[in-house]
């Protein structure tokens, strides 16, 4: 694992937008795992500026998200399709028919799980996964609990994590109690992984999911045994690290960081 402390947000935010726009330009076809939630909105505005402003070429981009709730269809403004629509699909020149959601209103649960997992394989799996994490440690949604060897499949949401994201629920829609996420296993063999975090309600859950244990109730310390993981964070996010000069200094020491100083 590498960690990057980055002093403000927008630093972060750019870190990791240039990594995975640098992932695109060196393979077009890059298949692509994206992730939702508040903090990656920032990193998608990037990302569109790209595409305008550079011409960062998404047409031959695969991408494939997370999660998504049981029980929204793409057209409900809360669901995790629109989200990506709004925010990076529908701006950049992607062809709509390379991104891959699950299906939350799927009749059959678990067979468009397996049918999910069938596709990554088909694209020969995942070059580049982008995470965000949640207040309980989850990725995805893996919540506490999740097997360190999940596949994609439903998970029931927990207390903490309708409390975390209701408040982003707009009109009617109930937020739903499930949702259908890629599992811990599926998420561990992307080729390499980007986790992002911002904001000092995420620093307990970053200590812990970067310095603590491996735990099946922290699913996001799971990336500890991934062989090629970077984790970024901002100053407030990475506070209570503690071995944050180690990891400074590692960034500011390796060759391969130099050109993001
Ligand atoms: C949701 C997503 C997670 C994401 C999390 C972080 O729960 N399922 O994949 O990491 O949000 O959200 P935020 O960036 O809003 O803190």
Redesign the pocket.
């Known amino acids: 694992m590498e960690v990057i402390i980055r002093d403000t947000r927008e630093k972060a935010v750019s870190l990791t937008a240039s990594l995975i726009a640098r992932a695109l330009v060196k393979k077009p076809n890059l298949v692509l795992g994206l992730?939702?939630?508040?903090?990656?909105?920032s990193v998608y505005q990037l990302l569109v500026a790209m595409y305008e402003d550079d011409g960062l070429d998404f047409s031959l981009a695969r991408t494939f998200n997370?999660?998504e709730y049981v029980g929204l269809p793409p057209e409900d403004p809360n669901s995790?399709r629109f989200y990506m629509n709004r925010h990076l699909f529908h701006r950049v020149n992607i062809d709509l028919r390379n991104t891959h959601l699950p299906d939350g209103m799927a009749e059959d649960i678990e067979a468009e799980c397996r049918n999910y997992e069938e596709k990554i394989v088909d694209c020969n799996g995942i070059d580049l996964q982008l995470?965000?994490?949640?207040?309980t440690g989850?990725?995805?949604?893996n919540e506490p609990l999740s097997a360190m060897r999940s596949r994609t499949r439903p998970k029931a949401?927990s207390p903490e994590?309708v409390a975390?994201?209701a408040p982003?629920f707009t009109g009617e829609t109930p937020m739903p109690r499930r949702?259908i996420?890629m599992g811990v296993g599926t998420i561990l063999e992307c080729r390499r992984c980007i986790l992002l975090?911002?904001?000092k309600?995420?620093a307990e859950v970053i200590a812990k999911a970067v310095e603590g244990p491996v735990t099946a109730m922290i699913s996001a310390t799971a990336l500890q045994l991934h062989p090629n993981c970077t984790v970024i964070v901002d100053a407030e996010a990475g506070s209570l690290l503690q071995n944050q000069d180690y990891y400074r200094w590692i960034f500011e020491n390796e060759p391969d960081w130099q050109q993001y100083h």
């Open positions: 992730a939702t939630g508040r903090t990656m909105e997370l999660d995790y995470l965000g994490i949640g207040r989850h990725i995805g949604f949401l994590t975390q994201n982003l949702a996420t975090a911002t904001g309600e995420k």
